[in-house]
């Protein structure tokens, strides 16, 4: 952690934003902000109030936030509305509803688009087909699909009838998917047959099978049919998505929901254990997303708008769906790998699509940039306007490129810090207003109180390295953990005794101001962008028959940021061989699926543990990094297996 605070220490270089760029822009003049941000510290309550009206309210709410219940807040009290009509019937109603919503390209090259008004049709078509299944307000419902618009449109369709959805990564394997379905308790399941991946199918419908197996609540399965591979079927729970929504009406009167009732469940990894389920609401969570997909993005009408992040993670959520389509955007969904069928597809995607707006990871800039500056050179960037960047802390290198490359240094890049709990983006540059410094998420956006704590929340000084924390709530923030409120307490606001919503990463500010995000403090891991607990690779490496006891840690890596290596002792019988370790490379694949693949494993003979017993990790993490340990040693219980652990070779 200390090699990237002073990596980035170094970076003395500042991009304000161009001023043509400035000129258009929704927010310029540092002084509107100032008024802006002023407002919405000092008088909250009147701030997010105003914003929130500007949305469809069926019922107007009588207070803005109640604080009354900490640490879960209640935002726009007594009010009801419905996110699906914020994000659709309000454009339908408007000069917006021949104007192209989704804007579609699957892996192999087929297109399609959709209106709003379209839109707005297959979403009130689905809502009826989940209706005619018997699906209701409150009920769970897992989506397990594809960058298909059935995800969009399946999301907001379960929001129409009150139905919370809790997307599952495509990625994840059976286990993983049955694990989130049961803690959730979802009664049904909408995926694909399959879907497309670097002109593989990937056997979606198969991995539901396996899953439901033991899932008894699950009653029926809706099957977008989209790859046409073969699929195991049950007449009793199964149901075509043509079928279902052939026999429906387009029209599906919205259920009015209370400001506070669940929209979503999202599964993510924490520090310990299984993935917890995060909570958010209807009213505060589109308005956190409404408000900064606008400003952040500056969003317009003639954009057309494009966030890579897959539906399976909170920035497809946000930023593919809630976000853009509250404010009526066009948004462009491709469903497959940026290098399938060539390297150039993403670049072809915003030539083809005159793309203005493109927000992605770090780790797919830093894949962008290994495979070679020839491939964006072939194509037309010149309707981008702005660029995004999400997910892990950006490296400067990465940043020039991104914008000299892509930008054409014309693009300002918004860095955006934010996480699966804070449901909308929470330090970001404007993009017509700040200057920015390559590799910081730069400032607090509205209403965001965010500081750099010390062990006991005394806010540091500028360049002084701490925790970052949240001081007071916001409206898109998570509500809970899904089944375990205790663990919501514990997790974020335990440390700071009730005070700060606590982050879980490291950070500083400079003396601009800018915070600088220095990666997380707690045992996750972030490979891509994606995030893993330590723990949960570790509970898959174990349950291996061979392996006794397993340790995971991160390694930095310069095109996932992370990866992950695995310190693996064998049981009695098993002596380390390739084969061993290929088939342990499968188990966790099977277990959670290949984006939890470990890019390294060793075995070793014992894992090195402090006298209490507890695994030094950071003695691991060295190791894998190729460091030589100068940390404290002192309490480790046997220095003969640090030795050991380094001279390993099978
Ligand atoms: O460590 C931070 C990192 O990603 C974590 C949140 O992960 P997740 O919930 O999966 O959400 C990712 C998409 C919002 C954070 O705790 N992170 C996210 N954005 C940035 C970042 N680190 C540095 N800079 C960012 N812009």
């Not at 894992?607 to 340990?629: F, N, V, Y």
Request: charged share 25%.
């Amino acid at each position: 952690m200390s090699g990237e605070i002073e990596n980035v220490l170094q970076e003395h270089r500042r991009f304000p934003p161009a001023a043509d760029f400035a000129a258009e822009a929704r927010l310029s003049s540092e002084e509107a902000y100032q008024r802006m941000l002023r407002e919405s510290l000092d008088e909250p309550e009147l701030f997010w109030g105003r914003v929130a009206r500007e949305l469809p309210w069926m019922q107007p709410f009588e207070r803005v936030l109640d604080w009354s219940k900490r640490p879960v807040a209640q935002w726009f009290v007594g009010g009801k509305l419905n996110v699906s009509v914020a994000c659709l019937d309000r454009h339908v109603n408007s000069v917006r509803s021949g104007k192209r919503a989704i804007v579609f390209e699957g892996e192999p090259g087929d297109r399609r688009t959709l209106t709003y008004q379209e839109l707005h049709q297959e979403v009130c078509r689905f809502a009826n087909a989940l209706k005619a299944r018997g699906i209701k307000k409150g009920d769970r419902v897992a989506i397990y699909l594809p960058m298909v618009p059935e995800a969009a449109i399946a999301m907001l369709a379960c929001a129409r009838i009150g139905a919370a959805h809790s997307v599952v990564f495509g990625g994840f394997s059976a286990p993983a998917l049955r694990e989130r379905i049961l803690d959730g308790g979802c009664t049904a399941v909408i995926t694909a047959d399959g879907s497309w991946r670097r002109g593989l199918v990937q056997p979606l419908k198969a991995q539901v099978d396996e899953a439901l197996s033991s899932c008894p609540d699950v009653h029926s399965v809706f099957v977008v049919q989209r790859a046409k591979n073969e699929v195991v079927w049950s007449a009793r729970r199964d149901v075509w998505w043509h079928d279902a929504v052939a026999l429906v009406s387009a029209e599906c009167e919205p259920e009015p929901m209370d400001s506070e009732d669940l929209l979503f469940l999202l599964y993510t990894s924490g520090s310990t254990g299984k993935p917890k389920g995060i909570v958010h609401t209807t009213a505060g969570y589109l308005v956190g997303t409404y408000l900064t997909s606008q400003f952040v993005f500056d969003l317009r009408d003639e954009d057309v708008y494009w966030c890579t992040a897959d539906v399976g993670w909170v920035t497809g959520h946000s930023y593919v769906v809630y976000g853009p389509l509250s404010n009526g955007a066009t948004v462009v969904m491709y469903e497959g790998a940026p290098n399938t069928p060539h390297f150039g597809r993403f670049w072809e995607i915003i030539e083809r699509h005159k793309v203005t707006i493109f927000y992605t990871a770090p780790t797919a800039i830093r894949s962008f940039m290994r495979w070679g500056d020839e491939h964006p050179k072939k194509f037309d960037l010149s309707s981008l306007r702005l660029l995004g960047s999400v997910g892990e802390p950006i490296n400067p290198e990465a940043w020039i490129w991104y914008h000299q490359i892509i930008g054409q240094g014309r693009c300002p890049i918004v860095d955006t810090w934010w996480q699966t709990e804070t449901g909308s983006i929470m330090i970001t540059p404007l993009p017509g207003l700040t200057t920015t410094k390559p590799g910081s998420a730069t400032r607090p956006f509205f209403g965001v109180d965010a500081a750099i704590v010390d062990e006991h929340g005394n806010e540091l000084g500028p360049n002084q390295g701490g925790f970052l924390v949240i001081r007071r709530p916001w409206p898109s923030m998570l509500r809970g953990i899904w089944g375990d409120m205790q663990r919501y307490v514990d997790t974020y606001w335990k440390k700071f005794e009730g005070r700060f919503y606590f982050a879980g990463d490291g950070a500083r500010r400079d003396e601009d101001g800018y915070f600088w995000i220095v990666g997380r403090i707690d045992d996750v891991i972030k490979v891509s962008g994606h995030r893993f607990s330590t723990m949960e690779v570790e509970s898959a490496l174990v349950s291996h028959a061979a392996v006794v006891e397993a340790a995971v840690v991160g390694r930095p890596d310069n095109i996932t940021g992370q990866s992950i290596v695995a310190f693996i002792t064998l049981g009695p019988g098993f002596k380390p061989s390739s084969e061993l370790r290929a088939d342990i490379d499968k188990h966790v694949i099977h277990e959670i699926g290949k984006v939890a693949r470990p890019a390294e494993i060793r075995f070793t003979e014992a894992l090195p543990k402090t006298r209490s017993g507890k695994i030094m990790r950071r003695l691991l993490r060295d190791i894998a990094a190729g460091i030589e340990t100068v940390g404290d040693t002192s309490t480790i219980e046997d220095y003969t297996v640090l030795a050991k652990l380094r001279a390993y070779e099978d």
